[in-house]
């Protein structure tokens, strides 16, 4: 009998063996896909056991920290936002019961510590627990709560940047929310018709209004077929695109004699610069507009669905180019059906500000170990020169008559050189405005790059936008060098 | 050194598992050294070494490394058990100690366990008629579908884990006395002689299927059957075709018996949308446990058995003290851990086979290799539902599992398996061999 036992032990073996191999099935080669299921509520858990990171402002005021509860396997960590609806928007938040926003979903990985596939496989070995990065964003906490204030609970948006690195000092969405509230009034606010959780900064798309006429500006300039002194008739109605476009209802009014550009530009008549759009064509004044971020997601390092496209779009919500119909004379004044993000706008400015260099926008400057150390650096990053020096001198000479003498007067402010561009669309069938003001600050060196928007107001963009940049420039040169 | 302090060094690593383990659950639970996990250490060792000085009493010769791995298992069931639940593991360290005074009284009473022989059929109709009880109303229910426990009062007893002792003495026994007919003539006869034992079991078999409705449970029986018979005859043919009459039989019952199809439903589709938050949750959240253990796993008391809604803990891994207590072993201690744990449990298997192997009459080695056979199909048949090699169905993982009938039948096994080495051994010894 004893052959038979050696026999079945070695069954025995076959079938342990068998357990073990098993074993490592669901334990190694197929984890990944077991801890991807949705049933699998163990990664969720192991994240609300881990202290996320810390998002700081630029001044070190922290934006988002943990709330600590239980010890051992009871541990959890929550998150707070002490700063509360202050950076709502650009912050977002994180929620085990409700997903995550902003910047908490777009370095989830960093906050949450799992970026390193190395470092986690020694942790495991050392039994070290995970810990996040920190973000030290370019946020001036300021300089956005006045933002706030001046927008005093009317939707619209502020975007402030620095032209010479890109980063995002203001970005101010109204409404906004607290995020701390989001797990007991998330339903509220997802259905509220307002639309708080949407970040109108970066997903809106408004008529910029005049606003644009310093992309047409640009593009003329720069292809060498205009000057700031080329001459070109105000009169009004003008044929253009077919159809008669005037320049009364919109900003200034009536009928102009000849006009130099920089003229049209401070009096912000549309049918010099229909004009201009239209001889310059769809596939020069596209181009420029490519140049400056149009038909293209932002740079900027929100998740990817919390930005929108700035273009012409269709009747089916898509992007259209320079083969389609499009009346490109009233694109070059900022209508037809051009929708832009304020964040957007704010790059047009910032562009001009920096001598025709884009730079890429950025809320992260750093990331840092829990010891200090800066393990990442999302320094200054160059986009694409979009235009040649000396068409950013001469555009911003025009922009600076804006402010000087033109529609702009209000965002005047006293020893600062501003240049700017207002610009007031017709909504709701010519029974409201969108109202813009896109600026930079102080000329020759701008340190500050701003566009602001308020939607659906009776006011024009001189007289609402304006104001609000002028303070808002004023505390940010006030606040760095 | 003579076997007996060699039983006795095995314990020195077992105490010291007990107190480390103890130590890491309790340092998890309250980030500070307890005197208790010392205690525990302490009272595990005082309570084996009691054990160890009864054996070099009354079994001299007997294996010296099946108590030390016995002792092992339970030691490291103890700490996982009392990881999940402490209350729960006072309790089994109670039936831990009602064990040790079950395996002595064995040991003191039966004296020579070859008396068994005699009430082969008394122990065989009381195991039949134990597997049946949980169908008795008024005592027995269905758990999960399956009539696997006896509720009398507060307590609760699982007699399968008894009866496959019973059964196992009775085929020794059984095929001892036949074997001799089965095996005359070079293909065996078909004759109702020859299979009708053979038929009997199978028939047994499927009656657990349709009446305790538990298919781990069947496949152990038939198993250890198919185990001694082969041992017995040597007849391959005996058991391919044993084999082909249950798969047939499984087949056909996985059709027709609504219970027994959903298990298999829920094994080969653990993750379908509507299986996954219901009837095959407890297998999904098994392996997701087991995924999240990775190589070296989370640490002792790092498992996440609990889950926090809305205030309040909900169980995240059902029935983790018993039934999916291997899928917790491997989400702290890792594939590394789990495959220690298995490696254990290899080893005892080997040492009761070692023992039927080192039996000289027909009987000690057809029961020392079945109550081994028993014992690693068992294993097999929790890790392997556990971890999807089979359906998951509901009998413990011996000495680990939470359970009083788990440990107190363990132990039993134990003894027997002591007391047939004993006597081979002895024998040994005598004529000079080496052991």
């Known amino acids: 009998m004893n052959k038979q036992i050696t026999h079945l032990f070695g069954v025995v073996l076959v079938l342990f063996t068998l357990l073990v191999v098993f074993t490592s099935r669901w334990t190694v080669f197929e984890a990944k896909s077991l801890q991807n299921q949705t049933a699998n509520r163990r990664p969720l858990l192991e994240q609300l056991q881990i202290p996320r990171g810390f998002i700081y402002a630029d001044d070190g005021t922290v934006l988002a920290k943990n709330v600590r509860s239980g010890h051992g396997p009871t541990l959890r960590y929550s998150r707070t936002y002490p700063t509360n609806e202050l950076f709502s928007h650009t912050v977002g938040y994180s929620f085990i019961t409700h997903g995550s926003a902003g910047l908490e979903k777009e370095y989830n990985d960093q906050l949450a510590g799992n970026a390193n596939e190395f470092s986690s496989i020694i942790d495991e070995l050392s039994g070290q627990k995970k810990v996040g990065n920190d973000l030290h964003t370019t946020l001036d906490p300021a300089a956005q709560k006045l933002a706030l204030q001046l927008l005093a609970g009317r939707p619209g948006s502020v975007v402030a940047l620095d032209p010479r690195t890109g980063a995002v000092k203001v970005m101010a969405s109204v409404p906004n929310y607290n995020p701390n509230s989001i797990p007991s009034q998330f339903k509220r606010l997802n259905t509220d018709q307002a639309a708080p959780l949407f970040n109108r900064a970066t997903q809106g798309g408004y008529p910029p209004g005049s606003s644009m006429k310093v992309v047409t500006a640009v593009a003329a300039l720069d292809t060498g077929r205009y000057t700031p002194n080329s001459v070109v008739s105000g009169k009004s109605p003008k044929i253009l695109g077919g159809v008669p476009l005037s320049n009364c209802c919109t900003e200034g009014s009536g009928n102009y004699g000849p006009l130099s550009l920089t003229e049209a530009l401070a009096k912000s008549v549309n049918t010099v610069w229909g004009e201009v759009g239209e001889k310059l064509g769809k596939k020069v004044m596209f181009r420029y507009m490519e140049r400056f971020g149009f038909d293209s997601k932002p740079k900027l390092d929100l998740p990817s669905d919390e930005l929108g496209v700035s273009g012409v779009y269709g009747s089916h919500g898509q992007l259209l180019g320079p083969s389609d119909a499009i009346d490109i004379a009233r694109v070059a004044i900022g209508q037809e059906r051009l929708r832009v993000s304020p964040l957007q706008m704010a790059e047009v400015a910032a562009a001009v500000a920096n001598g025709g260099k884009l730079m890429k926008p950025r809320l992260v400057d750093r990331i840092e170990n829990p010891d200090g150390q800066t393990v990442d650096t999302r320094g200054p990053a160059e986009v694409q020169t979009v235009m040649k020096s000396s068409t950013a001198q001469q555009v911003t000479a025009m922009m600076e008559q804006v402010v000087k003498a033109g529609t702009a007067t209000s965002a005047q402010i006293p020893g600062v050189t501003v240049a700017g561009k207002t610009g007031t669309a017709e909504v709701a069938n010519g029974t409201s405005n969108q109202a813009w003001f896109i600026a930079f600050a102080p000329v020759p060196n701008p340190r500050v790059a701003i566009a602001v928007t308020i939607e659906r107001t009776q006011g024009e963009g001189g007289t609402v936008a304006a104001p609000i940049a002028k303070q808002i420039i004023q505390q940010l040169l006030k606040g760095n060098g | ?435």
Request: with cysteine; net charge positive; proline share 4%.
């Open chain 2, 1 to 435: 050194m003579s076997a007996r302090s060699r039983e006795l060094f095995g314990l020195i690593p077992v105490t010291l598992l007990v107190t480390a383990g103890f130590t890491a659950v309790l340092i998890t639970r309250s980030s500070q050294i307890n005197k208790v996990s010392i205690t525990y250490g302490l009272f595990f060792l005082g309570c084996c070494v009691f054990a160890h000085i009864f054996i070099r009493a009354r079994l001299p010769h007997a294996d010296p490394y099946l108590f030390p791995l016995g002792a092992l298992l339970a030691a490291f069931g103890l700490v996982m058990i009392y990881r999940i639940d402490t209350t729960l593991a006072r309790q089994q360290a109670e039936w831990f100690v009602v064990g040790l005074v079950l395996f002595c009284a064995t040991i003191v009473f039966l004296r020579d366990y070859r008396t068994l022989e005699r009430y082969r059929y008394t122990i065989a109709a009381a195991s039949i008629g134990l597997l049946l009880l949980p169908r008795v109303p008024g005592i027995g229910g269905a758990t999960n579908g399956a009539y696997l426990a006896i509720h009398i009062g507060s307590l609760q007893f699982q007699p399968a884990e008894f009866a496959k002792i019973g059964i196992v003495i009775f085929l020794a026994s059984y095929l001892r006395e036949t074997r001799d007919v089965l095996v005359r003539g070079r293909i065996p006869r078909i004759s109702l002689k020859h299979f009708g034992p053979l038929l009997l079991v199978w028939g047994l078999a499927m009656l657990m299927l349709i009446f305790i409705r538990d298919l781990g449970s069947s496949i152990m029986f038939f198993g250890a059957f198919l185990a001694i018979l082969y041992v017995a005859t040597a007849r391959l043919s005996f058991v391919v075709g044993g084999l082909a009459m249950f798969v047939l039989g499984s087949v056909f019952f996985a059709n027709h018996v609504p219970h027994v199809h959903e298990r298999v439903v829920i094994w080969l589709h653990p993750f379908r949308p509507d299986l996954v938050e219901s009837s095959s949750y407890q297998i999904a959240q098994a392996l997701f446990a087991q995924a999240d253990g990775g190589l070296f796993g989370r640490g002792f008391g790092q498992s996440l058995l609990q889950l926090p809604v809305g205030g309040k803990l909900v169980t995240i891994l059902p029935a983790a003290h018993t039934d999916t207590i291997y899928a917790v072993i491997t989400n702290e201690l890792g594939l590394f851990g789990a495959a220690g744990v298995i490696l254990v449990y290899l080893l005892f298997v080997a040492r009761g086979f070692k023992t039927a192997l080192m039996a000289h009459d027909g009987f000690s080695k057809l029961l020392a290799a079945g109550l081994a056979a028993v014992f690693a199909l068992q294993v097999f048949v929790i890790v392997g539902g556990v971890t999807r090699v089979i359906p998951l169905t509901g009998v413990t993982l011996p000495f680990v599992s939470y359970g009083g009938s788990s440990i107190l039948a363990n132990f039993v096994v134990l003894a027997l398996l002591l007391m047939i080495s004993n006597e081979a051994r002895r024998t040994h010894t005598e004529r000079g061999g080496v052991v």
